[in-house]
């Protein structure tokens, strides 16, 4: 017997039942070795036959498939390190569904100066989002930086807004400079207004806003001298002109929109509007209120009480809105903050810095800032975190937040 029909031998009785016997085991053996003998020469001959055809069709035109591309990855920070580390960038965001995202944020390629930061271009220059489970990424086909006109104050940040269920992204897109919706739980974007009939929209960042249940989107003109509001239907894109003012806050679904004047120093009343605009009633305020935390959704989801903060912003006065009256004056721990969503009756959501900013030690080393979302009880005045905390470095830097709802 040869050693390696021996050793072929071996290894059939090691995985072969107990049964089996070395005569069938031999026999098997033959066996297999003759079907080699057979099959090998035919399958080399019919490989050969395949490229001879594969070669006859590429003669004819036919072109070779070309390689999938496959998406660069995104970036995933470990807890407690920096989001934007130097020399780092984060693939795109995929076109079709994505997870919720809850932070996004601008650092402007690191650049220090306003003239530097309106001017910023590429990759570094977009925005980048955050998703739930930590991933990263850059959203490619939207504008960071806007300049409306040269050498102008308003030129800045486009604007950015996530909805409250972290499933939908406002934001202008580079490629047109129009503000589109995104949904990422299919990926696609509607286009906010007409080019040529309806409201138009402002051609300086305006503040954006979704509604609490992420259905309609305010956008507020940035334009000096032209405080207006308008409101957008997220799944048509369609825009509705409110009255003039700055948007204080809607209700859950924005049935009811309240409007009034921040910069004013003269007592002006609220005003309460209907989606289409219609102006339902006007709401003279008590004179220690003063409206602050634009921009922001000071109605309760109830749309019977308006939240605003103090002059010392550590303690929330809640208005009666059906009256404009003060009802209570309730201290705030941290603060009152901006009111951008809410989880409750008498809960919404804020943001805090939970270790402050740090100041750069040497003359190139560039701030950190970290930002956490919060809870707020104005039952009780305490607040609790909400999800992770976001680090980043940045000289100026913009940041959202939603997703708290996820």
């Known amino acids: ?17 107990r049964e089996v016997s070395a005569d069938r ?5 033959h066996r297999r070795r003759r079907v080699r003998l057979i099959t090998v020469p035919s399958v080399a001959a019919a490989i050969a036959a395949a490229i001879l055809i594969g070669a006859t069709l590429v003669g004819r035109g036919t072109e070779p498939a070309e390689p999938i591309e496959q998406p660069a990855p995104p970036l995933v920070t470990e807890p407690g390190k920096i989001l934007n580390p130097p020399g780092v960038l984060p693939g795109p965001l995929p076109s079709g569904m994505v997870e919720p995202i809850m932070f996004a944020f601008l650092d402007h390629c690191r650049k220090q100066s306003l003239e530097e930061t309106t001017s910023v271009s590429g990759d570094c220059a977009q925005w980048r989002v955050v998703g739930r489970s930590g991933k990263q990424w850059r959203l490619a086909d939207g504008i960071g930086s806007m300049v409306v006109k040269p050498d102008d104050y308003m030129s800045g940040d486009a604007g950015m807004a996530i909805s409250p269920d972290g499933l939908r992204l406002a934001y202008y897109r580079a490629a047109d400079r129009r503000l589109v919706v995104r949904d990422l739980s299919t990926g696609k974007a509607t286009l906010i207004g007409q080019r040529t009939t309806g409201p138009q929209l402002a051609r300086a960042p305006g503040s954006l806003l979704f509604s609490n249940d992420g259905t309609r989107l305010a956008v507020t003109s940035g334009e000096p001298g032209q405080r207006r ?13 409110l009255p003039s003012g700055d948007l204080i806050g809607f209700d859950q679904d924005a049935s009811t929109i309240v409007l009034g004047n921040v910069w004013s120093r003269k007592e002006k009343p609220l005003v309460f509007a209907a989606p289409d605009g219609a102006v339902r009633v006007r709401i003279s305020l008590d004179s220690g209120v003063k409206l602050t935390g634009v ?8 749309g019977r009480t308006l939240v605003t903060p103090s002059p010392t912003l550590d303690k929330a006065v809640l208005v009666d809105a059906h009256t404009g009256k003060v009802t209570s004056v309730r201290p705030v721990r941290g603060g009152v903050g901006a009111v951008l969503a809410w989880a409750g009756p008498t809960k919404y ?5 939970p270790a ?6 040497g003359r190139n080393d560039i701030p950190t800032e970290e930002k956490r979302g919060a809870i707020v009880d104005l039952a009780t005045g305490k607040f609790t975190y909400r999800g992770p905390t976001f680090k980043f470095q940045a000289w100026q830097s913009t940041v959202a937040f939603g997703g708290f709802l996820s």
Not at 1 to 17: I, T
Not at 232 to 240: I, K, R
Not at 356 to 361: C, H, S
């Open 349 to 353: 959501f804020s943001v805090r810095s």
């Open 229 to 241: 509001t308008l409101l957008a239907d997220v799944s048509s894109g369609a825009l509705t002109a």
């Open 25 to 29: 085991v031999l026999a098997g053996v």
């Open 1 to 17: 017997m040869s050693p390696h029909l021996h050793e072929a031998l071996h290894e059939l009785a090691e995985g072969a039942p």
């Open 356 to 361: 402050g900013a740090f100041e750069p030690r």
């Open 295 to 302: 921009p922001g959704n000071l109605l309760s989801p109830d």
